[in-house]
């Protein structure tokens, strides 16, 4: 599955971005998406991820309520539609499939390239 996200900028604190995750190569319906972010300095974390249905999501406690991943399957395509942003969502956001619904890395196979997203204050 090759993945290519985008859709980052750069936005003030409180406004909204929707990221999208673009796939190609294999079935995307099979495969369960997350999205994970890496600040500066710091390790990649994960943000949220949704299963091939759609039906199911997960999401960090630092985006509850704020960030929502729907999935398109007939497009390919996964979204992270972002609201209320803060300073500290400041990172690249990586798309990332796997054959697990999971909150952690080692459970994804594929990767994105990442985009960046900068929030001002």
């Known amino acids: 599955v090759q993945l290519q996200a985008s859709g980052g900028g750069l936005v003030q604190a409180g406004g909204s971005l929707r990221l999208s995750c673009a796939a190609s190569?294999?079935?995307?319906?099979?495969?369960?998406m997350g999205w994970f972010r890496q600040a500066p300095g710091k390790e990649r974390e994960f943000v949220a991820a949704i299963r091939w249905s759609g039906g199911s999501t997960l999401y960090a406690d630092s985006v509850k309520g704020r960030f929502t991943s729907s999935r398109d399957n007939a497009k390919n395509t996964v979204y992270l539609q972002m609201n209320s942003l803060k300073p500290e969502d400041t990172a690249v956001y990586y798309c990332?499939?796997?054959?697990?619904?999971?909150?952690?890395?080692?459970?994804?196979?594929?990767w994105g390239q990442g985009t960046l997203v900068t929030v001002s204050s």
């Open positions: 190569g294999r079935t995307f319906s099979d495969y369960e």
């Open positions: 990332a499939a796997g054959k697990l619904w999971s909150r952690y890395e080692r459970h994804y196979d594929y």
